[in-house]
């Protein structure tokens, strides 16, 4: 089993429409959870963090359960320039350093 | 801002050669890591560096090594190369302290003939 696992989708959405991934986690020691953007063969760049109490950014919410080591992001009114892939990541502390671990990543297509 | 910076942005080699990878974290990050992206596929954690130290260890084949140098920057060396090492390879940086979020470098595209 993954450490961090994602649907991969596609997920196939008209424009304005409201679409949800949920990522989950093993590891329940983990402290930092984050939401990531890629666009094709570019690098990936955060979109946001993800926190208790939910956060919201715009037309981006995201959630953490930590009870349930589950992860999500809501996109509202969805736009064209919404595809891409959303990459959930989960670092964890090591004995010397962090550690980084990416889910496979959600592909979203917005279409009009 | 200063951002990640990776060198070169494009490299062709031919199978069992070498290559060089740099990469160079935003000022005062202590932390580096370094993925390998295949067409189609998620970024695949090869190595990471804190305080110029291994910290942990990916699928790093063993025809690659790794460091990080007194400056933070840091190279990957990949030796004998192979046709399934043509992938794009992304440098990430950040700071162990406040678990905060890492920045990636735009990337290496290789690619071996």
């Known amino acids: 089993r993954k450490e961090v696992e994602q649907d991969p989708g596609p997920f196939n959405v008209p424009e304005g429409a409201t679409v949800a991934f949920n990522c989950t986690y093993s590891?329940?020691?983990?402290?930092?959870f984050f939401w990531y953007r890629q666009d094709c063969r570019k690098e990936p760049k955060l979109l946001m963090s993800?926190?208790?109490s939910g956060n919201e950014d715009g037309r981006f919410t995201a959630q953490l359960n930590r009870a349930s080591q589950y992860i999500s992001l809501l996109i509202r009114d969805s736009k064209l320039s919404d595809s891409a892939t959303y990459l959930c990541v989960v670092l964890s502390s090591m004995e010397y350093g962090n550690k980084l671990v990416f889910g496979a990543g959600t592909i979203l297509r917005v279409k009009s | 801002a200063a951002g990640v910076i990776q060198s070169p942005r494009h490299l062709i080699k031919e199978k069992r050669e070498t290559a060089t990878l740099k990469c160079y974290p935003i000022p005062r990050h202590d932390t580096v890591y370094w993925y390998q992206q295949g067409p189609g596929q998620d970024p695949q954690f090869l190595i990471s560096?804190?305080?110029?130290?291994?910290?942990d260890k990916g699928s790093i084949p063993d025809r690659f090594s790794a460091q990080q140098f007194s400056d933070y920057h840091s190279e990957l060396n990949m030796s004998s190369l192979e046709l399934g090492d043509s992938a794009l390879y992304f440098c990430?940086?950040?700071?162990?302290?406040?678990?905060?979020?890492?920045?990636f470098g735009q990337g290496t595209r290789l690619t071996v003939v």
């Open positions: 993800v926190y208790s």
């Open positions: 590891n329940s020691a983990s402290q930092s």
């Open positions: 990430a940086s950040s700071l162990v302290r406040g678990f905060t979020e890492a920045f």
């Open positions: 560096f804190y305080e110029k130290m291994q910290s």
